[in-house]
Protein backbone atom coordinates (compact mmCIF):
# COMPACT_ATOMS: atom_id res chain seq x y z
CA UNK A 1 0.00 0.00 0.00
CA UNK A 2 0.83 3.31 -0.48
CA UNK A 3 1.65 6.05 1.81
CA UNK A 4 -1.41 8.06 1.46
CA UNK A 5 -3.54 4.95 1.33
CA UNK A 6 -1.91 4.09 4.88
CA UNK A 7 -2.45 7.35 5.85
CA UNK A 8 -6.50 7.59 5.07
CA UNK A 9 -6.50 3.91 6.51
CA UNK A 10 -5.23 4.82 9.74
CA UNK A 11 -8.06 8.14 9.78
CA UNK A 12 -10.80 5.95 8.79
CA UNK A 13 -9.76 3.49 11.75
CA UNK A 14 -9.51 6.85 13.90
CA UNK A 15 -12.81 7.40 13.17
CA UNK A 16 -14.84 4.20 13.72
CA UNK A 17 -12.78 4.12 17.00
CA UNK A 18 -14.57 7.49 18.21
CA UNK A 19 -17.39 5.83 16.64
CA UNK A 20 -17.78 3.25 19.01
CA UNK A 21 -16.39 5.19 22.15
CA UNK A 22 -19.74 7.38 21.54
CA UNK A 23 -21.49 4.23 21.40
CA UNK A 24 -19.86 2.75 24.55
CA UNK A 25 -20.87 6.54 26.13
CA UNK A 26 -24.15 5.77 24.90
CA UNK A 27 -24.31 8.41 22.69
CA UNK A 28 -27.13 8.56 20.17
CA UNK A 29 -26.26 6.25 18.23
CA UNK A 30 -27.52 7.77 14.72
CA UNK A 31 -25.61 11.13 15.18
CA UNK A 32 -22.61 8.97 16.23
CA UNK A 33 -22.66 7.00 12.57
CA UNK A 34 -23.59 10.03 10.52
CA UNK A 35 -20.14 11.51 12.24
CA UNK A 36 -18.45 8.77 11.34
CA UNK A 37 -19.89 8.15 8.07
CA UNK A 38 -18.95 11.73 7.40
CA UNK A 39 -15.24 11.41 8.32
CA UNK A 40 -15.07 8.78 5.94
CA UNK A 41 -16.28 10.28 3.30
CA UNK A 42 -14.18 13.66 3.71
CA UNK A 43 -11.11 11.19 4.44
CA UNK A 44 -11.84 9.36 0.98
CA UNK A 45 -12.83 13.03 -1.07
CA UNK A 46 -16.34 10.88 -1.96
CA UNK A 47 -19.31 13.19 -0.05
CA UNK A 48 -22.64 12.27 -0.72
CA UNK A 49 -23.81 14.53 -4.26
CA UNK A 50 -27.66 14.23 -3.58
CA UNK A 51 -29.67 12.78 -6.70
CA UNK A 52 -26.04 11.55 -8.13
CA UNK A 53 -26.66 7.93 -7.35
CA UNK A 54 -30.25 7.88 -8.34
CA UNK A 55 -29.15 9.54 -11.96
CA UNK A 56 -26.61 7.11 -12.08
CA UNK A 57 -28.97 3.83 -12.05
CA UNK A 58 -31.25 4.98 -13.81
CA UNK A 59 -28.83 5.97 -16.54
CA UNK A 60 -27.16 2.23 -16.31
CA UNK A 61 -30.13 0.38 -16.19
CA UNK A 62 -33.75 0.33 -18.07
CA UNK A 63 -36.48 -0.30 -15.17
CA UNK A 64 -38.66 -2.27 -17.46
CA UNK A 65 -35.81 -5.12 -18.12
CA UNK A 66 -33.16 -4.12 -15.35
CA UNK A 67 -31.01 -4.78 -18.17
CA UNK A 68 -27.51 -2.49 -18.11
CA UNK A 69 -27.38 -0.08 -20.74
CA UNK A 70 -23.97 1.72 -21.39
CA UNK A 71 -23.29 5.35 -20.19
CA UNK A 72 -20.09 7.87 -19.91
CA UNK A 73 -18.95 7.84 -16.23
CA UNK A 74 -19.01 11.11 -14.05
CA UNK A 75 -16.79 12.55 -11.39
CA UNK A 76 -18.27 13.93 -8.39
CA UNK A 77 -17.92 17.42 -10.61
CA UNK A 78 -20.46 16.67 -12.65
CA UNK A 79 -17.62 16.62 -15.93
Not at 8 to 25: C, N, T, V
Not at 30 to 45: F, M, T
Request: without cysteine; charged residues 35%; glycine residues 6%.
Amino acid sequence: MTDDTNQKLKEIKRALYGYHYALDLHEDANVAVRRAIDKVQEILGYPWVPGAVLEDRRRRFTWETGDLVTVERRDSKGS
